[in-house]
Nanobody, 125 residues
């Protein structure tokens, strides 16, 4: 069973920064796309960013362009989400996910089968 564990969430003021981490186990990490999604209370899961197994290609939502960066360290089986210039509307539970088919490239949460438990990010105004 693939397991994903997120960490790094917290409370920050608008304009601040956080770095989230997601550590994976249970599959060859370098071969799998990894994605970050978020869910605000009462809202659907929203795509944030994704990265291919090699790290050569990244995908992002327009809402985080220029503010967030996704990266991975395959030697540590870890994917990161560096968040800067945070806004109150970024407040959500952030989840990392992996598709059932490791090489699948998708911005849709429905294509991600494995999920971490989530980490709360709260941005105060």
């Amino acid at each position: 069973q693939v397991q994903l564990v997120e960490s790094g969430g917290g409370l920050v003021q608008a304009g601040g920064s956080l770095r989230l981490s997601c550590t994976a186990s249970g599959r060859p990490f370098s071969s799998t796309t990894m994605g970050w999604f978020r869910q605000a209370p009462g809202k659907e899961h929203e795509f944030v960013m994704a990265i291919t197994g090699s790290g050569g290609t990244t995908y992002y939502a327009d809402s985080v362009k220029g503010r967030f960066t996704i990266s991975r360290d395959n030697a540590k089986n870890t994917v990161y989400l560096q968040m800067s210039s945070l806004k109150p509307e970024d407040t959500a539970v952030y989840y990392c996910g992996a598709p059932r088919m490791p090489a699948l490239v998708s911005r849709s949460p429905t294509d991600y089968y494995y999920w971490g438990q989530g980490t709360q990010v709260t941005v105060s105004s």
